[in-house]
């Protein structure tokens, strides 16, 4: 599976409820940690940055099209020895008939791992796997992570995961975790993207951030996108950067 898919989903148009059903499933020996809440951004006046931004570098990532409306996606990185374990999974209302339309006909073995419905493409090739948890839930990735996941949704949250579940309650995009595997990502991509956007203050201060994370070796970024009401107000919190976490308010 792509790494390059990391980013993708947050430029469809999505609707949403909570990230804290998705943590279930993160992993928690995981280098990266990376959440959006579309829902909650997709009427703010920098929506139109951050899908372009998105768009424009993984526009060409397949497999997604069963995807109707995204309410929100969590993605974890797992550093293993044939290169970085990706988990992403993904809420929303999802078209599971042409899901499993695709993987049929892609010769997809379809097993039961206890709830979860997994289809898992051929050996070789370069189709993702998928696991449907839900009619509303659907995580791909690495088919060892999707066993795990399933598994891990059945026990109360790991304590390692505290610090994400904190960053992922105040903020609606968020990141966390090791530089080295943000790296492996698709990073430096992401950075030049947001410097073709340098009118949006938003994408300036994203592209800070990553740069403070690149140089620290380490990445805590999150901020919060609030619709505008009359009089027209935005407020952006972003953390990781080299003079310390700032609040940045609009008017």
Known sequence: MRIAAWFLLAALPVWG????????????????????EWAKIAGTPHAGMLRATFAEQWADTKGL??????????????????GTALLMV???????????????????????????ELLLAPP????MD????????????????????????ERPLDPRLERVREIAQRADVWSLGSFEVFSE???SR?????RR????????QMAEAIDAGQRGGALELAFSLKAPEPPRKLTIRIHGLETGPREIEFR
Do not use: C
Request: aromatic share 4%.
């Open 17 to 36: 409820q909570s990230m804290e059903g998705l943590l279930r499933y993160a992993d928690p020996a995981g280098g990266a940690w990376v959440g959006v």
């Open 65 to 82: 099209e069963f995807i109707e409306r995204l309410d929100r996606l969590l993605v974890s990185a797992t550093p293993a020895p044939e």
């Open 90 to 116: 993904i809420e929303g209302t999802l078209d599971l008939g042409q899901l499993r339309d695709a993987a049929r006909k892609q010769n997809a073995q379809v097993r039961r791992h206890k709830s979860a």
């Open 124 to 127: 070789g090739g370069d189709s």
């Open 130 to 153: 998928f696991a449907i948890l839900s009619p509303g839930t659907v995580a791909l990735g690495d088919r060892t992570q999707l066993a795990a996941a399933v598994d891990r949704a």
């Open 185 to 187: 990502a698709g990073a």
């Open 190 to 194: 992401l950075i030049a993207a947001l």
């Open 197 to 204: 956007h340098q009118g949006d203050a938003l994408a300036r």
